[in-house]
C-alpha cells in the first residue's frame, strides 16, 4: 500500500516562504513524476509545478520565479519551496505522484490529503 504523507503548509504573511514536502511511504519500483496542484475555494484544482524523470520541471506562469520543485530520489520525497507568497496563492496544496509498482509493476497515481497553505496581505 502506497501512501502520500504531506508537511509543511500553515499560515504567513504576504511577502514570506513555506516549504511543503511530500513523501511516498511504501513500496514502489520507480517514480515517473511527483508534482504539487492546488485548490482554492471555488475554483478547480490547478497545477503549481511538476518534477519529472531527467531532472525537468515545470511551473504554472503564475508561480514562475517564486517556487522551486525539487525532488530527493534517495528518500522518494519531492519539495516545493515557495517564496514571496501572495494571498492568490491561498489554497488546498496536493501532492502527486506518478509511478510503478513494486510488485506487480502496474502504474500508480496516488494523491496526498492536502496542506492548507494561507497567506495574509
Known amino acids: 500500500q502506497v501512501q502520500l504523507v504531506e508537511s509543511g503548509g500553515g499560515l504567513v504573511q504576504a511577502g514570506g516562504s513555506l516549504r511543503l514536502s511530500c513523501a511516498v511511504a511504501?513500496?514502489?519500483?520507480?517514480?515517473?513524476?511527483m508534482g504539487w496542484y492546488r485548490q482554492a475555494p471555488g475554483k478547480q484544482r490547478e497545477l503549481v509545478a511538476v518534477h519529472t524523470n531527467g531532472g525537468r520541471a515545470n511551473y504554472a506562469d503564475s508561480v514562475k520565479g517564486r517556487f522551486t520543485i525539487s525532488r530527493d530520489n534517495a528518500k522518494n520525497t519531492v519539495y516545493l519551496q515557495m517564496n514571496s507568497l501572495k494571498p492568490e496563492d491561498t489554497a488546498v496544496y496536493y501532492c502527486?505522484?506518478?509511478?510503478?509498482?513494486?510488485?506487480?509493476?502496474?502504474?500508480?497515481?496516488?494523491w496526498g490529503q492536502g496542506t492548507q497553505v494561507t497567506v495574509s496581505s
Open positions: 502527486n505522484f506518478q509511478g510503478i509498482g513494486a510488485l506487480f509493476r502496474e502504474e500508480l497515481n496516488y
Open positions: 511504501g513500496s514502489i519500483f520507480g517514480i515517473n513524476a
